[in-house]
């Protein structure tokens, strides 16, 4: 979950994380299949229509598949984290990313974290941002909602 990861499948168990680390990496060298996937990335996800039901079962057909092919005992353990990100709430297609705005500035109401992006929404709309660069800085929060800056690529449209 510290990942951001809103479904996962359990493959296997093992005692060792040397050999965890084998299987990983005959697991990622599969094409299509990516070890490590980037907050930029995750965010463009993040604002896409997402089914667990579709994800899981396509992890467990994945699994079933890696299973065979490295002779392991599948274990097969499917997980749906979505319940515990946006207390159960979901996102809108229209949510946006803030994580390139400079200064980095987001306002709303905290509504969830998931991996290292905050969302937070206002009476309009949901807004998100890494917060992976803010490490290290001091940040400053306040107990008033002030408008948000336009999320980079998106105009805001003017009659006149």
Partial sequence: MEQGSRVAYILVHRNSAYDARAIEAAISATDGISEVVHSKTKRALLAMAFDPNVALSRLRELGESFANRLSLPMLGECIDFTQNYLG???????????????PLRISGRGIGII?????????????????????????????????NPCAPGQAQMRLF
């Fill in 115 to 147: 991996g290292t992006v905050l969302i937070v929404a206002t009476e309009s709309r949901q807004y998100m941002a890494s917060l992976s660069d803010t490490l290290g800085y001091v940040i400053n929060v306040f107990n008033r909602i002030e408008p």
């Fill in 88 to 102: 159960g709430g979901s996102l809108e297609p229209s949510i946006a990313d803030l994580t390139a705005v400079s």
